[in-house]
């Protein structure tokens, strides 16, 4: 199955108050897997073949022959409270996996609350150890909402947790710019040293833990649902999913630390609430859009595969709502080439994702993966 096919043809389509999307052909999607049952992530393992998918339940499968594989790779369904934006959330295999077999995973436990834990790969590769969890982390979550759930290792090694505000609306609590809370932010931690990690060195607070907790990297984030490193170009970018009108695309420096991406004073590049002071280190979306065009941020990642080489370095991303594909490149300082794909509506997307080519998949909640490609 293939949509989209074509040369680039670039149309205007855009409203006054959102940036202008010009529509493009000249990409493909093919459908890399089907069946799965609310896949929410997917990604490779150093040394292995396989392309591994987390299951919204708490089901870690591979894809095989465009089917989710029968044997699972690690199932928690049995630890995972799932169900609306709980369940499992996350994976992230570590940078060594080929030598010491640490995979990473975020989910909700029974009480809702967030869980960081380590498993290591069996002797014979094939699946993961549950008896070797370890845990890493747990964050109290004090509503069913904004869980975050992303993890993933830096260009520097260490590893890197999306955390939400805590849930409800509007952030009541205040956690998003309360430096001694571990909600709204991404969190740094260097897992190869201490137990059960250490606070990397750069982190904004590791000598200041009077002003703020020694684990944040950054902060002012609303649900920060999926994050990826360009590790060309080494940028983090984040899509930080929006309140009442604004969703927005971060593209920033990874090697920068304690930036503020604004959540609750601001909503993408507006003020939220009652006036309040700008916050300091502020950054400014690199790109938003309001709710006429979608209502949830999936992004996004920068295309760093073989099939389209003209793409290289463009950002993808999309929308649960409209399911449409969207992207841009980042001349340092702002968006550039907005384009909207010819490709259809893709369902309700939840996450993209990246094999060891660098070529790159969406999936969705209703089961099916797509593979981007070229003409």
């Given at each position: 199955m293939a949509l989209g096919i074509g040369l680039v043809v670039l149309t205007p389509v855009a409203?006054?108050?959102?940036?202008?999307?010009?529509?493009?052909e000249g990409i493909k999607l093919v459908v890399a897997g089907d069946g799965f049952e609310q896949p929410l992530y997917l990604c490779s393992a150093p040394g292995d073949a396989r392309l591994f998918v987390v299951e919204q339940p708490g089901r870690i499968r591979w894809i095989e022959n465009g089917r989710p594989s029968k044997e699972l790779f690690l199932d928690l369904t049995d630890r995972v409270k799932a169900g609306g934006e709980r369940g499992l959330l996350g994976l992230a295999f570590h940078p060594g996996y080929a030598r010491n077999g640490h995979l990473y995973v975020n989910y909700t436990d029974h009480n809702g609350d967030t869980q960081v834990e380590r498993f290591t790969v069996r002797a014979d590769r094939r699946t993961a150890d549950r008896a070797s969890a370890k845990r890493i982390l747990t964050v109290d979550q004090p509503f069913a909402n904004h869980n975050g759930g992303m993890v993933a290792f830096g260009p520097d090694g260490k590893l890197y947790v999306g955390m939400g505000d805590g849930g409800a609306g509007g952030d009541p609590m205040g956690h998003g710019q309360n430096k001694r809370s571990l909600l709204g932010?991404?969190?740094?931690?260097?897992?190869?040293?201490?137990d059960p990690y250490a606070i990397p060195d750069g982190n904004?607070?590791?000598?200041r833990t009077q002003e703020g907790r020694g684990e944040i990297w950054a902060l002012g984030m609303r649900n920060p649902w999926r994050f990826s490193f360009d590790r060309v170009a080494n940028r983090l970018i984040i899509g930080d999913v929006g309140q009442n009108k604004w969703e927005e695309m971060d593209v920033v420096d990874a090697a920068a630390p304690g930036l503020n991406f604004g959540w609750n004073v601001r909503e993408g590049a507006h003020g939220f609430g009652l006036p309040r002071p700008r916050p300091a280190n502020l950054v400014e979306p690199g790109l938003e859009y309001d709710h006429d065009e979608g209502c949830s941020i999936t992004g996004g990642y920068a295309y760093r595969g073989k099939a389209m080489p003209?793409?290289?370095g463009t950002i993808f991303f999309s929308d649960y709502c409209r399911g449409w594909l969207r992207s841009f490149r980042w001349d340092g300082t702002r968006a550039t080439e907005t384009r909207e794909w010819s490709v259809g509506t893709l369902g309700s997307v939840t996450s993209f994702g990246e094999d060891a080519e660098g070529e790159l998949y969406v999936l969705t909640h209703e089961g099916r993966i797509w593979k981007l490609a070229g003409r």
């Open positions: 409203r006054a108050d959102t940036p202008s999307f010009a529509r493009a932010k991404i969190l740094r931690l260097d897992v190869d040293r201490g904004p607070y590791k000598q003209a793409l290289a």
